[in-house]
């Protein structure tokens, strides 16, 4: 079965009436928890960026209290399903101060864990390619907003 193009999809859901498309959406939650995730955030918490990026620092903080630290390669299976997680709801708001936001928390939790991951090539990269997606997302925002994004960079 080939997709349908975008465009293609907007015109079919314009042509449809409310309570079908209503339909359409519910059906469409059924079948991935993705899906449920991003019409969750879509309905309920886009009104308030500033508390979605509260919910996702608390995600990440809990993540942390699970991390365990004796073992370095359980440490990276845990970091890297943090960071999973972390990035799914970032592209569930497609904001880049949230993505900046998020991703700061992440590498100060990363840093503060207590794990040496200098040792670790794997998890210097991570931390690494991090920090490169925070100074990319930060230089798309307004100078007053990189100029306090910077400064938290900078403890990092």
Request: glycine fraction near 4%; hydrophobic fraction near 40%; include cysteine.
């Amino acid at each position: 079965m080939k997709a349908a193009t975008s465009q293609e999809l907007k015109q079919e859901l314009i042509a449809l009436k409310p309570s079908q498309l209503t339909e359409l959406c519910l059906r469409l939650a059924r079948f991935k928890k993705e899906n449920k995730e991003l019409l969750t955030y879509l309905l309920f918490e886009a009104q308030d960026e500033e508390a979605y990026i509260r919910s996702i620092q608390t995600m990440i903080d809990e993540g942390f209290t699970e991390l365990p630290k004796p073992n370095l390669y359980l440490s990276k299976k845990t970091l890297r399903k943090i960071l999973r997680g972390t990035l799914r709801y970032i592209r569930y708001s497609g904001s880049k101060f949230t993505e900046a936001s998020a991703l700061i928390h992440f590498c100060h939790k990363m840093k503060h864990c207590g794990i040496d991951y200098s040792g670790s090539t794997v998890l210097n990269n991570l931390y690494a390619s991090q920090l490169k997606k925070i100074q990319a997302a930060v230089k798309t925002l307004h100078e007053d907003i990189q100029y306090d994004l910077l400064k938290e960079i900078a403890l990092l």
